[in-house]
């Protein structure tokens, strides 16, 4: 058995997918795998940034309005003089001549004839070409994740592709013949199964895609899910069946398919039983069976190889310290990870922390890491508290 930061420390390196060239518009929540380069400056004029005048001269108040330039038109060959201007809109191209823009609400207007209400400064109102980026230069570096924010610049940029890291291909196969899938009849001694589809629903909430599968309490039945899962997933999950009962199959397949084990058993409450294991380049998590483990696992270890596959910073959920707003005795010798209600700081350690309970689980927003290398936390202490997705 080893500690949490050893079992972390596994998960620290791992090398990121294969590269793949996608549209832009699919690419959110993917990490890019080179730079991102912009062929235009941008904007690729120079740009007024407000509805009203374009003006030939910041030293007169009276102009004649000349032409009109609404977004879109070329206005690259429109002759402008110091006593002229142009009706200008956001957006549009300023016209060569033109050294400020006077916006709308300082302009009598009267005909052709406008006279500014007070004075502007040069190049006032006008964004430069290439204000934004130029032309060659790098706008998203190699290793960013790509935000809906980021798909906006790179469309203005007129890109349409970029290379990213392929996403993790994932399966969570569900062990036990106890199991009955929600919705049909529960006979006497049976269970709804539900691991599947918290872990699913964990990974979809994150970006990543997720198959289940369910395989029956039999060695050649697990042995046989995990070889054509190996050749198709690049992780690998099981749910239940990795603990040392006598109906649970995992370890004992994982040795016959020949999948490294990494490590197995992690000194922590909950989810002790967890194993990590490679074959190639697939990764193998036996999970827990007990739900509230389950899930726990997930997100402080498997997060972290999915983020690694992706070729982004693997960096687990995001933490914050807070501080305690009760006294808390860790019972064991074993690391805890309790669900909480964290706010304004103050963490609030929820009743029902059972491995199998997940009522507790549905209501937290986040899970506080308390380790094993001492007993008591005192009220005000500050902790380790890793933040659920909302």
Not at 281 to 304: D, E, Q, R, W
Request: hydrophobic fraction near 40%; charged fraction near 20%; charge should be negative.
């Amino acid at each position: 058995m080893i500690a949490v930061e050893q079992a972390l420390g596994f998960l620290s390196d791992i090398s990121p997918n294969n590269v793949e060239e996608i549209n832009v518009a699919q690419s959110v929540g993917h990490t890019l795998a080179q730079d991102a380069v912009t062929k235009i400056d941008h904007p690729p004029f120079n740009q007024s940034a407000m509805d009203g005048y374009g003006i030939g001269s910041i030293e007169l108040v009276d102009f004649e309005v000349v032409d009109e330039v609404p977004a879109g038109k070329a206005a690259g060959s429109i002759s402008l003089s110091e006593n002229e201007a142009v009706r200008i809109f956001t957006g549009a191209m300023v016209p060569p001549g033109v050294v400020a823009v006077a916006q709308q609400e300082i302009v009598t207007v009267n005909g052709l004839q406008i006279h500014l209400n007070q004075s502007v400064k040069k190049w006032k109102n006008i964004r430069d070409k290439g204000e934004q980026t130029s032309k060659g230069e790098v706008v998203l570096s190699k290793g960013t994740k790509i935000s809906p924010a980021a798909v906006g610049l790179l469309s203005g940029l007129g890109l349409t592709t970029v290379h990213v890291y392929r996403k993790p291909n994932v399966v969570i196969i569900a062990t036990g013949d106890e199991l009955v899938t929600p919705g049909e009849k529960l006979p006497q001694g049976k269970i709804y199964e539900s691991n599947t589809f918290a872990f699913q629903s964990a990974c979809s909430q994150l970006g990543f895609g997720c198959d289940i599968q369910q395989v029956s309490d039999n060695l050649e039945n697990t042995f046989e899910i995990l070889e054509e899962s190996l050749n198709k997933y690049d992780v690998v999950a099981f749910s239940g069946g990795i603990s040392v009962g006598k109906y649970d199959y995992v370890g004992e397949a994982c040795k016959r398919a020949n999948v490294e084990q990494v490590f197995y058993k992690v000194s922590q409450k909950p989810g002790k039983p967890l194993y990590y294991g490679r074959n190639l380049s697939t990764h193998v998590f036996g999970l827990p069976g007990n739900p509230a483990a389950m899930l726990t696992c997930f997100y402080i270890y498997v997060l972290k190889v999915l983020q690694g596959l992706c070729g982004g910073a693997i960096l687990g959920l995001p933490h914050v310290d807070a501080n305690l707003k009760r006294d808390y005795y860790r019972k064991g010798d074993r690391a805890h990870f309790l669900k909480v209600q964290v706010k304004n700081d103050e963490i609030e350690i929820l009743e029902g922390q059972s491995s199998a309970m997940m009522h507790t689980f549905a209501i937290a927003n986040g899970l506080a890491y308390f380790p094993n290398t001492k007993d008591n936390f005192s009220k005000g202490e500050q902790v380790k508290v890793y933040l659920l997705p909302t």
